[in-house]
């Protein structure tokens, strides 16, 4: 228990990082109806699939379209 204890605070923000990244993107792909690279449901699986943090960022990197 102390091992993980030691790590704690590298691991919050990383925790609060996921935490506000998934939603995030979830929603902007919801809401929005077209994308830069594929469809709604490939990045659907991606952010999904990608959950901790490749998928939100492969999203936002690549299929967020420029407003």
């Known amino acids: 228990m102390s091992e993980i ?3 704690f605070p590298f691991l919050i923000p990383l925790i609060l990082l996921q935490l506000s990244l998934f939603p995030s ?3 902007h792909i919801l809401t929005h109806d ?3 690279r ?3 449901g490939l990045w659907l699986i991606v952010v999904i ?5 490749i998928g939100p960022i492969l999203y936002f990197l690549l299929g967020k379209e420029e407003s």
Do not use: H, N, P
């Open 5 to 7: 204890q030691e790590f």
């Open 25 to 27: 993107a979830l929603y």
């Open 34 to 36: 077209s994308y830069r």
């Open 38 to 40: 594929g469809t709604r």
């Open 49 to 53: 699939a990608g959950m901790e943090f």
